[in-house]
């Protein structure tokens, strides 16, 4: 049974289109997030819902519009993709704010 | 001043040898510390989590956390070539609602 599962895992589209990519969690899990990984590995959190409210956003390009339709479930939906969306966007999910996160498997975003 | 800084690596070792990870925070209210792995190619996954001061043992990973000094550590016994990957420090500011990742240390375990 997998724990955090995200769609697609590979995302190749050209620049301009738009985009969504979907995270479900069967950890009955309270928080997920969304990170972004870029080339040089650094990992950095992008939102973060708590029962369903959003709770973190961090300073994303409003192209970036998150959603949360129930707990077990966040969507990513990027707008107008631009060269430097390019990189392994990561769901997570923790049972609460402050505990261990556990992470999916990552959907690899090329936009050319 | 970064809020969770990591030793620069890469980090290589042979094959036995004790591999030794360390990390400091900056926001001294910080009470919870992860340590995850990274393979190539695949997702971080948690290696362990400690919150008290003093040293938390699992298998061949200790983890060792000193909150006046603000630093939390990671110690591999008897590393193996298949502990080769990048291990990622994260720290829970207080309030924060959220995890601050460090950068990351790349650790090669030579056969």
């Known amino acids: 049974d997998t724990a955090v599962s995200q769609t697609p895992k590979y995302l190749v589209t050209q620049m301009g289109n738009d985009k969504s990519i979907k995270c479900e969690q069967n950890?009955?899990?309270?928080?997920m997030y969304w990170y972004k990984q870029d080339s040089k590995k650094f990992l950095k959190i992008m939102f973060s819902?708590?029962?369903?409210?959003?709770?973190i956003n961090e300073t994303v390009p409003n192209r970036f519009s998150p959603k949360s339709p129930d707990k077990a479930h966040l969507n990513l939906h990027i707008n107008s993709l631009e060269l430097g969306d390019s990189a392994v966007y990561f769901c997570?999910?923790?049972?609460?704010?402050?505990?261990?996160?556990?992470f999916g498997p990552g959907t690899r975003l090329t936009v050319t | 001043q970064k809020e969770v800084e990591q030793n620069s690596g890469p980090l290589s070792v042979p094959e036995g040898a004790i591999a030794s990870l360390n990390c400091t925070y900056s926001?001294?209210?910080?009470?919870?510390f992860f340590w995850y792995r990274q393979y190539s190619g695949k997702s971080p996954e948690l290696i362990m989590f400690?919150?008290?001061?003093g040293d938390k043992e699992d298998g061949r990973f200790t983890a060792q956390l000193n909150k006046a000094s603000q630093y939390v550590s990671l110690l591999i016994r008897d590393s193996q070539p298949s502990d080769s990957a990048t291990y990622l420090c994260?720290?829970?500011?207080?309030?924060?609602?959220?995890?601050?990742f460090g950068d990351g240390t790349t650790l090669t375990v030579k056969p």
């Open positions: 997570a999910s923790s049972q609460d704010r402050d505990t261990e996160q556990y």
């Open positions: 950890l009955g899990h309270d928080t």
């Open positions: 819902y708590n029962n369903k409210e959003l709770i």
């Open positions: 926001d001294r209210g910080s009470q919870s």
């Open positions: 400690i919150y008290s001061n």
């Open positions: 994260a720290v829970n500011p207080p309030n924060a609602g959220k995890s601050t």
